[in-house]
């Protein structure tokens, strides 16, 4: 069965970090593109980040560019993103998700991330 | 970037009611449109991409129409297990992006 697993998610203050895990398994991983996907809580989807296959294409939503950073460990099957500078406004439940064709035909449950003094 | 717009945000409708959801695109996305389910609590779940091809599993009563900027998606005959909230995204290219959501909700 193919699963997707986040972790690393909690209480953060403004302006600190924060690194989140997604453990994959069920496919080969190494073969497809990667996703973060936030959603606020009562409120809607925000697409982050995303990184290719190799992991040699990244790109970023303007809303975290230069504050995040997306990788990943084909040999350890896991999807990362590095969060610096952290903002109230990044408070969301983070999802990371397989790319399919431009869609995301696979989500993990979610990682609640909470940017508060 | 590509907005998506989507109309109405809410709707209540009845079992057995025909509902219909639009999608909009500020520039053209040909055919690379998806749809989304997601229940309270729940993951969203891709049930619609390209337009119109729906995913495995998927219930027949769900449909999805249009190209370029204007996109339909439409639930035949709603049952107890469809009240949920619906978004679109485009496909196309990058920033991937998403509607604001469609809260389909008892009447």
């Known amino acids: 069965e193919m699963q997707l697993l986040e972790s690393g998610g909690g209480l953060v203050q403004p302006g600190g970090s924060l690194r989140l895990s997604c453990a994959a398994s069920g496919f080969t991983f190494s073969s497809f593109s990667m996703s973060w996907v936030r959603q606020t809580p009562g409120k809607g989807l925000e697409w982050v980040s995303e990184?290719?296959?190799?992991?040699?294409?990244?790109d970023y939503a303007d809303s975290v560019k230069g504050r995040f950073t997306i990788s990943r460990d084909n040999s350890k099957n896991t999807l990362y993103v590095q969060m610096n500078s952290l903002r109230a406004d990044d408070t969301a439940v983070y999802y990371c998700a397989k790319v399919f064709g431009g869609y995301f035909d696979l989500w993990g449950r979610g990682t609640l991330v909470t940017v508060s003094s | 970037d590509i907005q998506m717009t989507q109309s109405p945000s809410s709707v209540s409708a009845s079992v057995g009611d025909r509902v219909t959801i639009t999608c909009r695109a500020s520039?053209?996305?040909?055919?690379?449109l998806a749809w989304y389910q997601q229940k309270p609590g729940k993951t969203p779940k891709v049930l619609i991409y390209?337009?119109?091809n729906l995913r495995g599993g998927v219930p027949s009563r769900f449909s999805g129409s249009g190209s370029g900027t204007d996109f339909t998606f439409t639930i035949s005959s709603l049952q107890p297990e469809d009240f949920a909230t619906y978004y679109c995204q485009q496909t196309d290219r990058l920033p991937r992006t998403f509607g604001q959501g469609t809260k389909v909700e008892i009447k």
């Open positions: 390209a337009t119109s």
């Open positions: 520039q053209g996305v040909s055919s690379w």
């Open positions: 990184i290719n296959d190799s992991g040699d294409s990244t």
